[in-house]
């Protein structure tokens, strides 16, 4: 090693040396909050792009319903999983002739109702999204989700807004805080006008009752009736699609195979 190398050993090894892209101590400093929020849009931005994902539905739910649960956690596994298949067969998620995929399912990406949604769209050889979120309790994504349109978050609000932003339609299956923190926050949007009109749907009435009474908030003034207009209610997957049709969700029928549409996006 030459004496200028040795002689300037500390100036090298310094982090300010370092090249900012590569400073992971630099990057996950508080002063690039910012850079990060901007990298976890961009990062799942270019993905679905290259993916042609014009358009979602969202699918929430509970993390813990299972397949071989209690009932009815049976029948609304089974119900979401009959719903991501319907959905991704008649609305557009396989790659069309122009290279375009509409009402792409889109879940959080773990267990429950998410993974059943993922798998629906899985079964009938459809991709689907899961955006994860990074929890104390580290969140690992259901085996169902399109590998390549897997992704993971560390902030909640840049999750949301990937959710949010593509959504044509919201389906929300019975589930506990976190799914009644993502059914209002599209509920806001919508009745503040800051989204647009998509159709809202939750599974299952009589669950949904019995735990939001949604008459009350009007007779309360808390929110106009009109605002009870902003969702329906449905009981079975084909329901549940043809009220989001009724409702103007638009269904694209010209698809290519998916194993053509996987030939295409390896070119």
């Not at 100036?11 to 300010?16: G, R, Y």
């Not at 397949?67 to 609305?91: C, L, M, N, T």
Request: charged share 25%.
């Amino acid at each position: 090693m030459s004496d200028s190398v040795k002689a300037n050993g500390p100036q090298m090894a310094s982090p300010t040396y370092r090249l900012a892209a590569l400073d992971h101590d630099f990057l996950l400093g508080e002063s690039m909050r910012g850079v990060r929020f901007l990298l976890e849009f961009a990062k799942a931005d270019e993905a679905m792009k290259t993916w042609g994902v014009c358009s979602t539905i969202v699918v929430f739910g509970s993390a813990r319903i299972r397949e071989d649960g209690p009932d009815p956690h049976p029948r609304w596994y089974a119900e979401a999983r009959k719903f991501g298949a319907i959905a991704s067969q008649r609305g557009g998620a396989y790659l069309s002739a122009r290279r375009e995929r509409h009402n792409v399912i889109c879940t959080g990406g773990g267990p429950g109702i998410m993974e059943a949604a993922n798998r629906g769209a899985a079964d009938v050889g459809a991709p689907s999204i899961g955006l994860n979120i990074t929890l104390p309790h580290e969140q690992e994504p259901n085996a169902f989700s399109t590998p390549e349109l897997t992704f993971r978050f560390h902030y909640f609000a840049m999750r949301k807004m990937h959710l949010a932003m593509r959504a044509n339609a919201l389906v929300v299956f019975p589930g506990g805080f976190g799914t009644f923190d993502e059914l209002f926050e599209i509920l806001t949007l919508r009745q503040t006008g800051k989204a647009p009109p998509i159709p809202i749907v939750l599974f299952d009435e009589a669950y949904w009752r019995s735990v939001v009474k949604f008459e009350g908030l009007a007779e309360a003034g808390m929110i106009s009736g009109e605002d009870l207009a902003l969702f329906d209610f449905a009981e079975t997957a084909e329901q549940v699609w043809d009220c989001l049709v009724r409702k103007g969700l638009r269904a694209h029928e010209e698809q290519a195979t998916w194993e053509a549409a996987r030939d295409m996006q390896l070119e």
